[in-house]
């Protein structure tokens, strides 16, 4: 099982930028994929996540409503997350991770994460 992250880096406030996550080893659209991210110093927190069916619903926390948009493309393997409208604080790690939804269109930030990648680091400066 193997969950890559990537598509990190720097950029400007407001500013954007399209992380990816790409999967291998499960069945993919058997699993809710989420998006997390931890700054330096703080709790890791849970930022979106869609479910694994073709119309999975999504759900995004509230500081990114409007601004992140997660979307998948189960013949790829692969669940997008597009950043628009970064602020200084966005920098943070960022990491993908599935969660066995038993192919359902749901999804919960709030559940324990089965698998999980290594992150990719976004960060937002001048």
């Known amino acids: 099982v193997q969950l890559q992250a990537s598509g990190g880096g720097l950029v400007q406030p407001g500013g954007s930028l399209r992380l990816s996550c790409t999967a291998s080893g499960f069945t993919f659209d058997y699993y809710a994929i989420a998006w997390f991210r931890q700054a330096p110093g703080k709790e890791r927190e849970g930022i979106a996540c869609i479910g694994g069916s073709t119309d999975g619903s999504t759900e995004y926390t509230d500081s990114v409503k409007g601004r992140f948009t997660i979307s998948r493309d189960n013949a790829k393997n692969t669940v997008l997350l597009q950043l628009n409208s970064l602020n200084p604080e966005d920098t943070a790690v960022y990491y993908c991770?599935?969660?066995?939804?038993?192919?359902?269109?749901?999804?919960?930030?709030?559940?324990?994460?089965?698998?999980w990648g290594l992150g990719t680091l976004v960060t937002v400066s001048s």
């Open positions: 991770a599935a969660d066995y939804t038993y192919g359902s269109s749901w999804c919960s930030l709030g559940r324990e994460y089965d698998y």
